[in-house]
């Protein structure tokens, strides 16, 4: 069992508050992503986790029992860091059975423990070389192998990829993945690339100064961003905004009249919203059409492409200068300053009211659900 | 250290025949010059103090410089002085090293390991004793600490309801020692500080996270990390340790009779104080033979550590 409760955390450094408040639940074999900006505290909440730092206030608990102020090394916890932090000198035997010595384990044991290590992570041939003698992809391995033999109830990993040439990075992002499901493992992982979150994770935490601005799962983060933030962050290329302002509104529509010039109604059950009142419209690029002249609602020219051969981004400004990105089929190139026409897939745009929180397009009852 | 090296050449043959042509080109002729005055600088000495140390050659008796084979050598090492004095420099490094490494290792960690107000002023002090002159410190030691009248030492004896003791008479070796290592330890403290500011932080975290404490991280990783500046402070002091001159002829002058006599000292004495050059001159090479002994011995269990690793 390893369920991780966190109430209330806080931590400050010379009076910066960097963790204001969390509250978060780790369930066990849960596979949990940290995501945010840089400095929104998230290896700093994956250290508190782990003991490196010491708590301001709120608690810590790990199947009930209150860790907040124990010790690191009795926490049962196990950390892969971003630069691997083996020991230099040790052999990557001694390297992973560092700690169960020190907990003088029995030899035995100790082999057993290591071996098994090594076979899951194919480091068997590698096992008495130094860490200079490994590629990086090799270290990462040992690092992992170094946390997997002390069976930790939790295994955090702090951007353990971001060392990695992007195709090792792709391969271990797998091998992680696998990782997890051999070993039943808990996990928590802090990364600063939403595609690592986003493949990995059973429950994404997107974190933005110091606070929790939406968890679930990635899926339902993409589909559902509870506010302005979520959707800017989750989503390559970036989802596009427009200002607009609320129309007509009734029972199960919500008419928005943009500032670009375009007038949409949008299914919105409950929109709370009342006419006149400021909102922003938020479309990811795979929600817009390019259509022929006179069929589209909003006029757009054409700035540069971005051609990827399965895809093309299309970058494009509308009438009042705001940019948005469209992502079309891989044959298509606009020119520069060609005038567009775009469609909106009305069902799949979001809308956020004047605090940037998101206008749900569920009713009350699916959103419980 | 030769394997490593042996297999990297191995492992890339096509790097051997680049490498050839490169000591056949201009950089052989252009760093010559400086190779030749180095050489000159280095051969003209001791090419002089080869034909002295085979000649008689006593400021007493002036002209009489006959050629008298090795009998320099074998009045010098047939001298009273000579077996005290070898002994007396090897026991000199050889305590001088094991203080300042010893201290500065523990030193060094106790500064890293925690914050305290005023660390650097605590750090300017630990290593200003290197900055003060060999003949300034001996002096300030014999006078200020271990004067049997005027010397704080005295005093605390005296306090205890002791009789003070006189340190240069009674115990002189343990005594320069004492001075020797004030002004070394401060050169192993910066190098082994400095070193300690590289140790990984991650590497220190993973070992608590591993369930080391301080006594465990230092042993298993802060040591091993120490090990390169350990052998750099090991050689470097060796070096000038082998020559102390300074603080014996200010203290002691070598004295009473042997007793803190060392190699240098015995030269000296050998040349200005009883005006044969010749002999002198033979006590300096077989001081330039034991410095290389101990050069090879050590580069030989210290290189490894130099070349080897990370």
């Known amino acids: 069992m390893a369920d991780l409760s966190i109430r209330n955390l806080q931590k400050g450094f010379d009076g910066h508050a960097i963790i204001q408040g969390i509250d978060l639940d780790v369930r066990d074999r849960e596979f949990v992503v940290f995501v945010g900006p840089s400095g929104c505290g998230k290896s700093t909440l994956l250290r508190l986790i782990a003991g490196l730092e010491e708590v301001t206030s709120g608690t810590i608990s790990l199947d009930g029992k209150d860790i907040t102020d124990l010790a690191p090394a009795k926490r049962d916890l196990a950390m892969v860091f971003q630069t691997y932090a083996l020991y230099p000198h040790m052999t990557v035997r001694k390297n992973l059975s560092f700690a169960l010595d020190l907990a003088r384990v029995d030899k ?97 935490v997107v974190l933005n100064g110091g606070r929790v601005e939406q968890v679930g799962s990635p899926l339902d983060l993409y589909n559902h961003p509870a506010n302005l933030f979520v959707a800017g962050f989750l989503g390559t290329p970036k989802m596009g905004f427009l200002r607009g302002t609320v129309g007509a509104v009734d029972g199960s529509s919500c008419e928005v009249q943009l500032e670009a010039g375009a007038k949409l109604t949008l299914p919105r059950q409950a929109c709370g919203q009342k006419a006149g009142a400021s909102v922003t419209l938020g479309v990811r690029p795979e929600h817009f059409n390019i259509v022929p002249a006179g069929e589209g609602q909003l006029q757009v020219v054409a700035d540069v492409s971005e051609r990827l051969g399965s895809d093309t981004y299309c970058h494009v400004r509308t009438a009042n200068g705001e ?10 190139g606009p020119a520069y300053g060609q005038p567009l026409e775009l469609a909106f897939d009305t069902a799949h745009c979001h809308l956020f009211d004047a605090a940037g929180v998101a206008i749900d397009k569920r009713s009350a009852a699916e959103q419980a659900a | 250290m030769n394997s490593s090296a042996l297999d990297t050449v191995a492992g890339t043959p096509a790097a051997a025949p680049r490498a050839k042509p490169r000591t056949l080109k201009p950089g052989w002729f252009l760093v010559s010059p400086s190779v030749a005055l180095l050489l000159l600088w280095m051969i003209v000495p001791l090419g002089m103090t080869v034909y002295f140390s085979l000649i008689r050659y006593n400021l007493l008796s002036p002209g009489e410089n006959e050629f ?7 009045f010098f090492v047939t001298d009273p002085g000579f077996m005290p004095g070898a002994l007396h420099t090897l026991t000199l490094v050889g305590s001088v090293l094991a203080i300042s490494v010893i201290f500065g290792v523990l030193i060094s960690a106790l500064l890293e390991a925690c914050e305290f107000w005023g660390r650097g002023i605590v750090r300017v002090l630990l290593i200003s004793p290197f900055f003060i002159m060999p003949t300034v410190s001996a002096l300030l030691w014999k006078n200020l600490i271990f004067h049997p009248v005027s010397g704080i030492l005295a005093a605390i004896w005296r306090f205890f309801g002791a009789q003070p003791v006189d340190w240069l008479a009674h115990h002189p070796l343990m005594s320069i020692i004492f001075i020797v290592s004030w002004q070394w330890l401060p050169f192993a403290i910066l190098i082994l500080m400095t070193a ?90 077989i001081a330039v033979l034991i410095a290389n002994i101990a050069a090879i011995i050590l580069v030989r269990m210290i290189g490894k550590n130099l070349t080897d690793q990370q």
């Open chain 1, 108 to 204: 035995a044991t100790v082999k057993a423990k290591v071996d098994n290590a090594a076979r899951i992570l194919e480091l068997e041939r590698l096992l008495e070389r130094k860490p200079k003698q490994l590629s990086g992809g090799q270290r990462q391995r040992v690092a992992i192998g170094r946390a997997i033999v002390r069976n930790p109830k939790i295994f955090l990993f702090d951007e353990p990829l971001s060392n990695l040439d992007a195709a090792l990075r792709v391969q271990t992002r797998l091998e992680l993945a696998r990782l997890h499901k051999e070993l039943k493992a808990t996990m928590i992982y802090v990364t600063h690339d939403q595609v690592e979150a986003m493949t990995l994770a059973d429950k994404v």
């Open chain 1, 323 to 332: 940019q948005l990105t469209i992502r079309v089929r891989g044959d298509f």
């Open chain 2, 68 to 74: 008298v084979g090795l009998e320099n050598f074998e």
């Open chain 2, 196 to 285: 300690m500011q590289s140790l990984d932080q991650d590497q220190k975290e993973a070992a608590r996270l591993d369930g080391a404490g301080p006594i465990a991280i230092f042993w298993h990783l802060t040591l091993p990390h120490l090990a390169r500046p350990i052998a750099v402070v090991v050689m470097i002091e060796t070096i000038f340790l082998l020559s102390v001159f300074a603080e014996i002829f200010t203290t002691t002058s070598g004295g009473p009779g042997y007793e803190s006599t060392n190699l240098a000292y015995l030269i000296y004495n050998q040349a200005l104080l009883q005006f044969d050059v010749g002999m002198a001159s033979a006590g300096g090479l």
